[in-house]
């Protein structure tokens, strides 16, 4: 076991990069305290470990008295001289435990251990692997479905990273062997700090497709200036020209459609909008109510930013969306509150 041990240990600083000598120290701490306990030991356990000759030592320190009122401490000079002959009364003798006695103790100790280091090194370079990723997109590969709770376990880099079920875009259907892109969001965990997951959900996803996808946007000439997503059914976008010479909207959407159709393969399916960002509420309002056709639209507060649209009755159902969900998009897109209105019931005011 103690040659297996070492070339165990060995092999994880290889490959996994952890230390032998922590997992080492790791290891001689849980034998300690499997000794302790099998023993009804305190702190009298010495542990010598060496990976050159491949062999575990565990050693019981006890007082030589004249009189022993702790067995589990002490030692009288009679028995301690079956140990060592020099023992005196008032040193301390070590008792070998031969390796049938702890065995299985330090065998037990060390392959949770290693486990438990292999978990951790996994986790450590996996969040390392994540700060390197935040806020950015990567590939990863699907390595099976946990069909209970409906997480999909990736192979991410050298390591597996869950996508929860809550960060899946809804209604897609997932296999093993799927290449696809996921967005590295960071967050704040109230006990452990900074804490990073995976998301096909974040509207970060969708910035940095079309920051892969457009050159324009690449180079800093087309900005994206917001977002607004329901991810699986639709995303708005809003964007400007620093070059007046430039179609932002054009630029994101390609040559026939080309650049804005493959992020909605990417995404499966889902719709976007491509909106041309304005200072002018009343012209962003407009044109973020797409595939809409506004009549008008009127600040009617400034300060709490309120304004109302006004379109035809054939155009109030496509302004409001289903279920609310084009009007919606379209105030996160903008920080207006919109207020919808047919014309019909405008004039019947």
Not at 15 to 21: A, D, L, Q, R, V
Not at 56 to 73: F, T
Not at 107 to 133: D, N, T
Not at 183 to 191: I, K, L, M, S, T
Request: with cysteine; hydrophobic share 40%; net charge negative.
């Amino acid at each position: 076991m103690n040659k297996e041990m070492f070339e165990a240990l060995a092999q994880l600083e290889e490959e996994k990069g952890i230390p032998m000598e922590v997992m080492l120290e790791k290891i001689s701490n849980a034998i300690k305290a499997a000794v302790r306990k099998e023993y009804n030991a305190v702190e009298n356990v010495e542990v010598k470990m060496d990976p050159e000759k491949g062999k575990v030592e565990v050693l019981l320190l006890k007082d030589v008295v004249e009189e022993v009122e702790d067995p589990a401490l002490q030692i009288t000079l009679e028995e301690a001289h079956t140990y060592n002959k020099r023992a005196k009364v008032g040193g301390v003798v070590s008792i070998r435990l031969e390796p049938k006695q702890f065995g299985r103790i330090a065998a037990q100790s060390a392959i949770s251990v290693i486990r438990q280091g292999v978990r951790e090194a996994e986790r450590g370079q996996l969040m390392a692997e994540f700060e390197s990723k935040k806020n950015e997109i990567v590939s990863a590969k699907v390595v099976r479905i946990d069909e209970k709770r409906g997480n999909v376990i990736l192979e991410f880099g050298k390591n597996e990273a869950v996508l929860p079920k809550s960060e899946q875009i809804e209604g897609e259907d997932l296999e093993p062997g799927d290449l696809i892109k996921v967005f590295v969001a960071e967050y704040e965990d109230p006990e452990k700090g900074v804490r990073y997951k995976i998301s096909r959900r974040n509207a970060g996803l969708v910035r940095r497709l079309f920051e892969q996808e457009v050159p324009e946007i690449y180079d800093g000439i087309v900005e994206i200036k917001s977002i607004s997503r329901e991810a699986g059914s639709r995303t708005k976008l809003a964007v400007w020209s620093a070059d007046e010479n430039v179609d932002a909207v054009g630029a994101c959407i390609g040559p026939k459609g080309r650049r804005v159709n493959a992020i909605v393969a990417e995404l499966g399916g889902e719709k976007i909008d491509v909106i041309r960002f304005s200072e002018d509420p009343e012209a962003f309002v407009t044109a973020a109510l797409a595939p809409a056709n506004v009549m008008s639209v009127a600040v009617t507060d400034e300060e709490n930013k309120i304004c109302r649209a006004v379109v035809d009755e054939s155009q109030l159902s496509l302004a409001i969306g289903n279920r609310g969900q084009n009007a919606r998009l379209a105030a996160r897109l903008t920080g207006w509150k919109i207020d919808i209105r047919s014309m019909q019931e405008m004039c019947s005011e």
